[in-house]
């Protein structure tokens, strides 16, 4: 254990070199895949004269406003996991944390605007409103949890936040995946796909949550000595 520079006074504990080992993979697989979906994109958007485009022609100035602001929460948010690590320059990571969550503020903006000038049917913008709503509830928590010295609230609520900032690539995978098996894209299984893109993860994730935490409770009530009571109820 030692103290952790963000916060004076807050111990955090040093994982083993296997669990560093694994934190490097995982990072390193999140940069690629950020790296490839913020390409994807430029690559979609870049023609003038690409049927993509052309969608958004008189409401460029809200698409780039969308597309700025998101490849900026990708990027921030991946480099966010690496940040964390580092101890003794701990302002990187608060103005890391503050550009990503102000990239994304704008991302938010300019997604509000398309959606409401957007003709898509109903079931799909009230999907992409979901996945706004979302990301604002998770991450105005984690930045809650930061302000008030939580330090273990704040990055189990960004790791959310950033579960949620992932939902257009985890879309567009299921979407390919959908088209794939044969699926018509139809304005419902778009809708589907959108909540699924951070439902999905998000549970998951709680799912991952509670049966980690329920196994270090188990190993902690096996390593109490006989008698103590650590884990029982009173009476």
């Given at each position: 254990?030692?103290?952790?520079?963000?916060?004076?006074?807050?111990?955090?504990?040093?994982?083993?070199?296997?669990?560093?080992?694994?934190?490097?993979?995982?990072?390193?697989?999140?940069?690629?895949?950020?790296?490839?979906?913020?390409?994807?994109?430029?690559?979609?958007?870049?023609?003038?004269?690409?049927?993509?485009?052309?969608?958004?022609?008189?409401?460029?100035?809200?698409?780039?406003?969308?597309?700025?602001?998101?490849?900026?929460?990708?990027?921030?948010?991946?480099?966010?996991?690496?940040?964390?690590?580092?101890?003794?320059?701990?302002?990187?990571?608060?103005?890391?944390?503050?550009?990503?969550?102000?990239?994304?503020?704008?991302?938010?903006?300019?997604?509000?605007?398309?959606?409401?000038?957007?003709?898509?049917?109903?079931?799909?913008?009230?999907?992409?409103?979901?996945?706004?709503a979302a990301w604002l509830v998770v991450a105005s928590i984690g930045v809650v949890a930061i302000l008030r010295g939580q330090i273990e609230v704040h990055r189990r609520w960004m790791l959310r936040a950033y579960l949620v900032t992932l939902a257009p690539v985890v879309f567009r995978i299921a979407l390919y995946g959908a088209v794939g098996a044969g699926m018509a894209p139809s304005p419902n299984t778009i809708a589907a796909l959108l909540w699924g893109s951070w439902a999905v993860p998000l549970l998951a994730y709680a799912l991952g949550r509670w049966l980690a935490d329920a196994a270090k409770r188990g190993a902690r009530m096996a390593a109490a000595p006989t008698g103590t009571g650590v884990g029982l109820d009173a009476g």
């Open positions: 254990m030692r103290t952790d520079p963000i916060r004076e006074g807050v111990a955090v504990p040093r994982g083993g070199p296997a669990a560093r080992v694994v934190w490097v993979l995982l990072w390193i697989a999140l940069a690629a895949f950020a790296a490839e979906f913020v390409r994807h994109v430029y690559l979609k958007y870049a023609a003038l004269d690409s049927p993509a485009y052309a969608m958004f022609l008189t409401r460029r100035g809200w698409l780039w406003c969308h597309l700025g602001g998101g490849a900026v929460g990708i990027v921030l948010g991946t480099l966010q996991f690496a940040t964390q690590r580092w101890r003794r320059q701990a302002w990187v990571h608060r103005w890391v944390g503050r550009a990503y969550f102000a990239g994304m503020l704008v991302t938010m903006l300019g997604a509000t605007a398309l959606i409401a000038t957007s003709p898509a049917p109903m079931p799909i913008r009230v999907a992409f409103a979901a996945t706004e």
